[in-house]
């Protein structure tokens, strides 16, 4: 499932959720920050280390912002609070490491 969200200054963020329930009963909140061959060294490395809340990670092309989220003690705020994280995240590193607003 792909969620489009509004942001600040006519800027826009999508956000995937993948369905890890086979894998081990979870599901991952995936936000896209650009593509890896946009991205030079020294700007991933900032990437990696101004995520505070979830993780990086390259999926294909895509470098992402990542939050894994197990189903059984799932709740409003274990769901939707990092799902606002990782989204707030992504889109600003977007906007200051990348440029534009692809995603």
């Known amino acids: 499932m792909v969620l489009l969200f509004d942001m600040a200054e006519g ?3 999508f956000v995937q959720i993948i369905d890890l329930t086979e894998v081990n ?3 991952s909140l995936c936000s896209p ?3 890896v061959s946009e991205i030079s060294d020294a700007n991933f ?8 809340y979830g993780g990086i990670r390259i999926i ?4 992402y912002v990542v939050h ?3 189903l ?3 709740s409003n705020e274990e769901l939707i609070e990092p799902m606002n994280s990782i989204m707030y995240s992504a ?3 977007e906007a200051q490491y990348v440029g534009g607003d692809a995603f």
């Open 91 to 93: 889109d600003s590193l």
């Open 11 to 13: 800027r826009s963020q």
């Open 72 to 74: 059984a003690d799932l």
């Open 60 to 63: 294909g092309d895509k470098v």
């Open 68 to 70: 894994t989220v197990l």
């Open 45 to 52: 490395r900032a990437i990696c280390s101004n995520v505070f």
């Open 25 to 27: 009963n979870s599901i």
């Open 33 to 35: 920050v650009g593509v």
